[in-house]
């Protein structure tokens, strides 16, 4: 069973930055494309930035490119969010999912994990 853990979420006030974690321990004979995508109240969950296989390949969400890095540690089963320049509008749960391709649509992915609270206050 594939099981996922974020940590790193918290309360920072604009401009400032936090270090998103995920760690995946279970099914790790294979490695997952990876993305983070987040959810505010009343809105779709959206990507904010995901990741090949390989770790190749970045995909970025309009709204975070030059902020946001995602990058992975496959050695390490971990991907991280940094998030930098933050913005109330980042404001969201933060969600880290697996799946076997990279896409941004969250049915696509196979694997969640709870979700870690992001607050950026203005």
């Known amino acids: 069973q594939v099981q996922l853990v974020e940590s790193g979420g918290g309360l920072v006030q604009a401009g400032g930055s936090l270090r998103l974690s995920c760690v995946v321990s279970?099914?790790?004979?294979?490695?997952?494309?990876m993305g983070w995508f987040r959810q505010a109240p009343g809105k779709e969950r959206q990507l904010a930035a995901g990741?090949?296989?390989?770790?190749?390949?970045?995909d970025y969400a309009n709204s975070v490119k030059g902020r946001f890095t995602i990058s992975r540690d496959n050695a390490k089963n971990t991907v991280s969010l940094e998030m930098n320049s933050l913005k109330p509008e980042d404001t969201a749960v933060y969600y880290c999912?697996?799946?076997?391709?990279?896409?941004?649509?969250?049915?696509?992915?196979?694997?969640w994990g709870q979700g870690t609270q992001v607050t950026v206050s203005s």
């Open positions: 990741i090949s296989r390989s770790g190749a390949f970045t």
């Open positions: 999912a697996a799946g076997d391709i990279a896409s941004r649509w969250p049915n696509d992915y196979q694997y």
């Open positions: 279970g099914r790790t004979d294979s490695t997952f494309a």
